[in-house]
């Protein structure tokens, strides 16, 4: 089945710096790449995905990155905001499930 | 407000019970999918209905099982319920069959067992 690998597993940032978040999958097929942001206490909400057939993806303040040769993706956040703080998850769409990371804390500091 | 409403929020129970947790989806909806959250392993998907019929399984333990009622709701069941079942079990909802599309998460229910 699908291995989905994530890192860093917490990231520390300094408000208005970057933060780049890494995902790597095992299975070739995978063709959707969504990423999610869980508060504390609270639901996964989708902020940014990818299809296999595109190399980047822009909303605002955060991009998706695909190389599919690698097979590996990653999240871009620009100018960090206290409230970026969260818990952030990639995944990948295999045949017959989606395969979560084991996310990423990132926290922002004033 | 994702538009997937799950009940109850909280669930306490003991070591043997059995226990329902509901789910209804997304208006226009038609898939369904039960992820268990717990600290040591992330979201593990356990199982998918769509249109009221199984169309994928994950990592779900023979005593859990889950239905998706004509009215699109679904249900879990978890019964002879130990002490490591004790996690967040989320619904998802997205509109058609493939896992290649965005999924949108309710608010989950946290079962702790005593």
């Known amino acids: 089945g699908e291995n989905v690998e994530q890192h860093p597993s917490t990231l520390s940032v300094q408000e208005g710096d970057s933060a780049v978040i890494k995902c790597t999958y095992s299975d070739s097929a995978s063709n959707y790449f969504p990423w999610y942001k869980q508060e504390l206490g609270k639901r996964p909400q989708l902020i940014i995905d990818?299809?296999?057939?595109?190399g980047e993806k822009k909303d605002q303040r955060i991009a998706v990155t695909l190389n599919k040769t690698a097979k590996h993706f990653s999240l871009h956040i620009t100018e960090t905001q206290p409230e970026d703080s969260a818990v952030y998850f990639c995944?990948?769409?295999?045949?017959?499930?989606?395969?979560f990371g084991k996310g990423t804390k990132l926290s922002v500091i004033p | 407000d994702s538009g997937v409403t799950q009940t109850p929020k909280h669930l306490i129970t003991a070591t043997g019970q059995r226990v329902t947790l509901r789910c209804s989806p997304r208006?226009?909806?038609?898939?369904v999918y039960w992820y268990q959250q717990s600290l040591d392993q992330g979201l593990q998907f356990l199982i998918q209905y769509y249109n009221g019929e199984e169309r994928a399984k994950g990592n779900i333990l023979e005593r859990f099982s889950a239905q998706q009622f004509p009215d699109l709701h679904s249900e879990l069941n978890l019964s002879s319920l130990e002490l490591g079942d004790s996690a967040l079990y989320f619904c998802a909802s997205s509109v058609d069959e493939g896992f290649n599309q965005p999924q949108h998460f309710g608010d989950g229910t946290r079962l702790s067992i005593l």
């Open positions: 990818i299809r296999s057939n595109v």
């Open positions: 995944a990948a769409s295999g045949s017959y499930q989606l395969t």
């Open positions: 208006s226009g909806d038609l898939s």
